[in-house]
């Protein structure tokens, strides 16, 4: 069976491989890589890319952290037991371009030792996720075609069932709209009589070498597109969303501020620069009110 250790390892290796691509990709900026230590136990890897080409904010996170988890999340996780450990890798992008998207990548694993002779809790989290300021048919489709054609090496079932995860989780309430064209996103996923631990894994890996060759098509297809201001003015708008969505709403952030994580690495899923306009209405017909048209919920892109 495979250990905490292990997919710790693996996760740091995949740290390396995006940061060593998101460097080539911008051509010009360099990660800046902060060390850390949690005061209940374990640390982690911040890396932050700002000011490039065209990645404008972008984080590439590693953590593994251990302890004991506070009463709100024992309740909420509907454990009896105190003693965690948690690893992951957090991925947030923001171009400094309006036709570029914003992406959203995380892959996780908790555990929960054994206590009194019953088993341990274990599983493993995920997802990719796209915001794009404005909505490219062509990119959407090709988007949500890698991820079903990593979902679908491992079982039909998963592309149709982690994209309706998707479009349910990535979903601003107070807003009545999605927070971009979804993808897939999944939560405690165990081992079972169809995948065992070893594929569970597996899985979780090849969705994380997903993201890069996946970010890196569609930044190349729009990175030299010209823009106008009204364009980056829609971008700000958009960011704006994106932050509600992380800070109202977000699983990770607030697990990572109630377990006392650390505060910048927690944060940096932030926008650099984001607009809240009192009641902006996009023209009627515009590319803008195209955009706002599609984020709704069950959209079929493949």
């Known amino acids: 069976m495979i250990t905490k250790e292990q997919v710790a390892a693996e996760y740091q290796k995949i740290q390396d491989e995006i940061c060593a691509g998101l460097e080539q990709l911008d051509g010009e900026a360099i990660f800046i890589e902060e060390q850390w230590q949690r005061e209940g136990g374990g640390g982690g890897r911040t890396r932050v890319i700002q000011n ?11 953590s ?12 909420a996780l509907k454990v009896d037991q105190s003693d965690f450990f948690a690893t992951g890798v957090s ?17 996780r694993f908790f555990e929960m030792p054994s206590v009194n002779g019953k088993p341990p809790v274990r599983w493993f989290g995920g997802g990719i996720d796209l915001t794009p300021h404005y909505v490219i048919d062509d990119d959407a489709r090709f988007f949500h ?26 979903f601003i309430k107070h807003r009545e709209e999605t927070r971009g064209i979804g993808g897939i996103f999944y ?48 971008q700000y708008q958009r960011r704006s969303r994106y932050a509600e969505f992380n800070l109202v709403y977000d699983a990770g952030t607030k697990f990572g501020l109630e377990t006392n994580g650390r505060i910048e690495s927690i944060l940096m899923s932030l926008p650099p620069q984001a607009r809240w306009i009192y009641n902006y209405q996009p023209e009627p017909g515009s590319e ?11 959209v079929n892109w493949v």
Request: hydrophobic share 35%; glycine share 4%.
């Open 145 to 170: 075609s890698q991820l079903k054609a990593t979902c679908d090496k491992y079982s039909p079932d998963f592309y149709p069932r982690f994209k309706k995860w998707a479009d349910d989780y990535f």
């Open 91 to 107: 991925i947030v992008i923001h171009p400094n371009h309006p036709l570029v998207p914003i992406i959203h990548m995380n892959i």
């Open 187 to 234: 939560d405690r996923i165990t081992a079972t009589d169809d995948h065992s631990w070893d594929d569970v894994f597996e899985f979780s890996k090849a969705v994380g070498r997903t993201f890069l060759p996946t970010y890196t098509e569609l930044v190349k297809r729009n990175r030299n597109k010209e823009y106008t201001e009204a364009q980056q003015e829609w």
């Open 288 to 298: 803008e009110e195209k955009t706002l048209s599609l984020l709704k919920k069950g």
């Open 52 to 62: 490039g080409n065209i990645l404008e904010k972008g984080g590439v996170n590693f």
């Open 64 to 75: 593994a952290v251990d302890g004991l988890l506070p009463d709100t999340l024992k309740n």
